[in-house]
């Protein structure tokens, strides 16, 4: 627990709006340019969501999108998985970790264990880079049918994106806690 305190206590330190803004930037290129431009590349007829975008998947919707994508579309979704999906993920995380640093750093006391909050966004990063490692996994066994990786690249998918939607409640009640202590002042 102290290894995790200090680690927390670390980005609280350093958490100031250069850091916060700059992530918050990186972040809002890869939404704005990158993601899509990729997303367009990975087109299929008929349109399928990559399994990243999905919440949860058979391995029936796995094996259908990755035989969808062809040959040369699974190659792409690899380099992607492999290249800007383990980037991505270490920029959202980097914003929403100091974020969430600014949002605590003046509403809980130093000593209180809700700070450790600032870390959620860890747990999404590590769910984020286990659905990535099964996806790579899935498209390199294609057209084997993977259904156990399936199974727990799924699972890492639905904990990602449970935990994101915690992490976007804890910025929300962060704003409420720091909007109340200035007008308390």
């Known amino acids: 627990m102290k290894n995790l305190q200090a680690f927390s206590s670390w980005f609280y330190q350093k958490a100031n709006l250069v850091w916060m803004f700059l992530f918050m930037g990186l972040a809002?290129?890869?939404?704005?340019?990158?993601?899509?431009?990729m997303a367009d590349k990975l087109a299929t007829v008929p349109p399928l969501t990559v399994l990243d975008l999905r919440f949860g998947f058979t391995p029936e919707e796995a094996w259908q999108l990755l035989d969808a994508l062809g040959e040369a579309g699974r190659a792409q979704y690899q380099q992607i998985e492999l290249t800007l999906d383990v980037l991505y993920p270490l920029i959202y995380t980097g914003f929403l970790v100091f974020l969430l640093s600014?949002?605590?750093?003046?509403?809980?006391r130093p000593d209180s264990l809700w700070r450790l909050l600032n870390l959620l966004p860890f747990v999404v990063l590590i769910a984020d880079f286990i659905e990535n490692a099964g996806i790579v996994q899935l498209i390199r066994r294609f057209p084997e049918r993977a259904d156990a990786i399936a199974g727990w690249t799924s699972v890492a998918n639905q904990v990602k994106w449970t935990m994101f939607m915690m992490t976007i409640g804890v910025v929300l009640v962060g704003l409420m806690r720091l909007l109340l202590v200035r007008f308390r002042k």
Do not use: R
């Not at 809002?28 to 431009?37: D, G, R, T």
């Open 28 to 37: 809002a290129l890869f939404n704005a340019l990158i993601l899509p431009a």
């Open 102 to 108: 600014l949002l605590y750093k003046k509403t809980l």
